[in-house]
């Protein structure tokens, strides 16, 4: 009986740690870009695996067309690797969530996923801990069309996370697609990088009309070395598209080109007559997206946050609407530059808090352009969320909108008023954020009542806040049928005290806040009494 009652209380105690673990997502974990939608059913024979043997023998021996599910599970390819040698091809999760299908390669296998054929995709999965790239697209004597990589984890590579380049026997690698993808670099995996920081997010050589969209990228950066940026094209990439990214804490941001001489792809039809010589990168746009560095270790690594975008030895790009924040100018090079003579671009309407420099002979037409952006103009710079708040006045309504651009990051219209504001954020006036650091206090049982405080810190734009409690877990399903617990707490509130009779059970709290059009934020993180540090001493009595 007595281990019957151990292990049920130790699952409560698992369930409830969870739950606390869970509450309070980060923005970067909660945000979700309005274009990524899951992608529909994929038609052709289904193969469906559930273990390292069986997928790679299903990738050895697939057919133009397959398609390839994994069930969930944790892969561990201990140095088997996949090289997808037929066109048509899908490789994806069979549930469509990209957490609970894992391919591990636990720094044994070398490249994961090798793409040699056109029309590849790869989607729903997590990738982690690859020797070299999790992912590497690349010719063999014929072009590499068409791949598409969506809603994919990458974890902790051991170089770029993303490659694509051609192969040695011919053909280029055009006209992919990465999207809706979380890529990071974690303070785990950090150790793992070598030869001077030879990582990064996205790295494109001679490749033609990629799409980099809605994706969030962090982490890429080394204690000595500087990494290659979050998303990188160049050796004669053209007309590449970075846009809606949210990319954070990486030593370099977006870079198009970077080198003066070297083996660069050239186009028949001369995209830029007015170059001379060795060009790294031709057109492409750079528009609406968030960049930003707040870690400390970051900027007290041996480069700190050398750009937010750099472009080397480029042609005829344009860089628009981007926001670009520095948590410390001290230890950042530059927010945007533009640098050597055969560099030519726009670059309007870009919001940022350091220097947008011009070097070594290179020429922009610009317009529109803020440098002394404020920390409290953004809903939470420190967390990398950079959309306006009201009080950004210097960017909102400011500016004409250049060719090429009608919406913001969040896919929204562009002007909200009577011109377009600045940076990658559009203003609309929104619903507070979810309250994600409720808490409870001074927490008193006496006489059949339990008497409480609770606090957090009120989200910008709150009108009004309201406070329920139940016996059963609070979601957004039944938060209409929690007891009211204290209802129009005005602007400004930030804790509440209050009393309810108590005899056994759990009780838990949340709230919602709204502004003053009433639009209500999400549900706030989730508490609970008795608390952890009640269960605790129960659970060890238990255990012996």
Request: aromatic share 10%; with cysteine; net charge negative.
């Amino acid at each position: 009986m007595k281990k019957i009652s151990s292990f049920v209380i130790l699952l409560l105690f698992v369930f409830l740690l969870s739950y606390q673990q869970t509450a309070g997502a980060t923005f970067l974990e909660e945000y979700l870009p309005a274009a990524c939608a899951p992608l529909p059913a994929s038609v052709g024979r289904t193969v469906t695996v559930n273990s390292v043997a069986d997928l790679v023998q299903a990738v050895n021996t697939a057919l133009s067309g397959d398609v390839i599910l994994l069930a969930d599970g944790t892969y561990h390819l201990n140095g088997s690797y996949l090289w997808l040698d037929v066109s048509n091809l899908t490789l994806r999760s069979a549930s469509g969530n990209r957490e609970a299908v894992i391919l591990d390669g636990n720094y044994q296998t070398t490249e994961m996923i090798t793409i040699t054929k056109s029309n590849v995709v790869i989607a729903d999965l997590t990738l982690k801990q690859a020797y070299t790239h999790p992912i590497h697209v690349v010719t063999d004597g014929e072009n590499t069309l068409n791949t598409n990589l969506y809603n994919l984890h990458i974890i902790d590579p051991g170089e770029q996370a993303i490659k694509i380049n051609p192969g040695t026997n011919g053909g280029y690698p055009d006209n992919g697609e990465i999207a809706c993808s979380l890529i990071e670099l974690t303070d785990s995996g950090r150790p793992f990088i070598r030869n001077n920081c030879y990582t990064g997010g996205v790295d494109g050589h001679q490749a033609k009309n990629w799409v980099v969209r809605d994706n969030t990228i962090s982490g890429f950066w080394c204690e000595s070395g500087l990494s290659e940026h979050a998303v990188h094209f160049w050796r004669g990439s053209r007309d590449t598209i970075v846009e809606r990214n949210i990319l954070m804490d990486n030593a370099r941001g977006i870079g198009f080109g970077l080198s003066t001489s070297g083996d660069a792809r050239t186009y028949e039809d001369d995209p830029c007559p007015e170059t001379s010589g060795y060009v790294d990168h031709f057109g492409g746009t750079v528009k609406n997206n968030f960049i930003a560095v707040n870690d400390g270790a970051l900027f007290n690594s041996e480069y700190g946050f050398d750009c937010g975008i750099c472009l080397w030895n480029n042609c005829n790009s344009d860089v628009v609407h981007n926001t670009v924040y520095t948590a410390n100018s001290s230890k950042t090079f530059t927010a945007i530059e533009w640098r050597f003579p055969n560099t030519n671009i726009d670059l309007y309407n870009n919001l940022v808090n350091d220097q947008l420099m011009q070097r070594d002979g290179a020429s922009a037409a610009s317009g529109g352009n803020l440098t002394t952006a404020q920390s409290s103009w953004f809903v939470n710079a420190a967390a990398g969320d950079l959309h306006l708040k009201s009080s950004a006045t210097a960017a909102i309504n400011q500016v004409s909108l250049p060719t090429g651009v009608s919406d913001d990051l969040d896919g929204q219209t562009r002007p909200n008023g009577s011109a377009a504001d600045i940076g990658a954020d559009e203003f609309y006036l929104s619903a507070p954020a979810a309250i994600r650091d409720l808490q409870l206090e001074n927490e008193l049982l006496s006489g059949g009542e339990l008497q409480f405080s609770l606090t957090w810190t009120e989200s910008s734009g709150t009108a009004y806040t309201e406070i329920r409690w139940s016996t059963q877990v609070i979601t957004t399903t039944n938060w209409d049928t929690a007891q009211m617990l204290v209802s129009g707490l005005p602007a400004g509130t930030n804790s509440y005290s209050s009393s309810l009779p108590y005899s056994e059970g759990t009780l838990y709290f949340a709230l919602k806040a709204k502004n003053s059009e009433n639009l209500w934020s999400g549900l706030s993180n989730v508490i609970f009494w008795p608390s952890l540090e009640s269960y605790l001493p129960v659970i060890l009595f238990y255990k012996h």
